[in-house]
């Protein structure tokens, strides 16, 4: 069964501070891992999706790592701006029956001006 | 707008009282999903359409029943409400493929008193 562990479960840094948010998984058998963002009250926001063949994906000031030998990623988000204040998600879409995605705790950030 | 949506958007009611949630998506997804996120903001799959056939049921009361009329549509009903069903509940939808992103609703908070 897919396990889905995200530390720390929050997080707290100075504006312009460069964040990095860890993810790790159970199974490495996986399509993707894909990042989310969810704001209070919100729904989530497809932040990156990284395939499994691919080792990161970057937009704007996000990069997302994935090493699936070991079950892990790591998303990176420089010059931290008290907007990027929110939950963080990552999950994974296993290839085990349904292709369902699992999701992690969330790591909830807050960006201090 | 191109979007998941879903209502309503809060849902108060009383304990054994059946209620419905309805879910929509224009974005030509063709699969479709309910997830719970709890009070510790754990989201879980609840169930999973593709092209109106059940795809995913995970391990959860008969009480709550989904029905998809079209690939473009999931509602979910839920008979005799208990305290412990308070949750958000989502709504989300994708292409059943391994580069599409999740596509998430603002989610429902259902309250049972």
């Known amino acids: 069964k897919q396990e889905v562990t995200q530390i720390p479960a929050a997080l707290s840094v100075p504006e312009g501070e460069n964040l990095v948010l860890n993810c790790s998984f159970t199974?490495?058998?996986?399509?993707?891992l894909q990042w989310f963002r969810q704001d209070p009250g919100k729904g989530l926001t497809s932040l990156l999706l990284i395939q499994s063949s691919q080792r990161e994906q970057t937009s704007g000031r996000l990069n997302a790592s994935l090493d699936k030998s070991s079950g892990r990623s790591t998303l990176y988000i420089a010059a931290s701006q008290p907007g990027d204040s929110a939950t963080y998600l990552c999950a994974v879409k296993g290839k085990a029956a349904g292709n369902k995605l699992t999701f992690g705790g969330g790591t909830r950030v807050l960006v201090k001006p | 707008d191109t979007a998941v949506s879903q209502t309503p958007k809060y849902l108060v009611t009383q304990m054994g009282n059946d209620k419905s949630i309805k879910c929509e998506q224009n974005l030509g997804h063709d699969t479709m999903y309910w997830y719970k996120q709890d009070s510790k903001k754990f989201l879980k799959i609840m169930f999973s359409?593709?092209?109106?056939?059940?795809?995913i049921n995970e391990t959860v009361p008969n009480r709550f029943s989904p029905k998809s009329p079209d690939k473009a549509h999931l509602n979910l009903h839920i008979n005799s409400l208990e305290l412990g069903d308070s949750a958000v509940y989502f709504c989300?939808?994708?292409?059943?493929?391994?580069?599409?992103?999740?596509?998430f609703g603002n989610g429902t908070r259902l309250t049972v008193t």
């Open positions: 359409y593709n092209n109106k056939e059940l795809i």
């Open positions: 989300a939808s994708s292409l059943r493929d391994r580069v599409t992103p999740l596509h």
């Open positions: 199974d490495s058998a996986i399509y993707n």
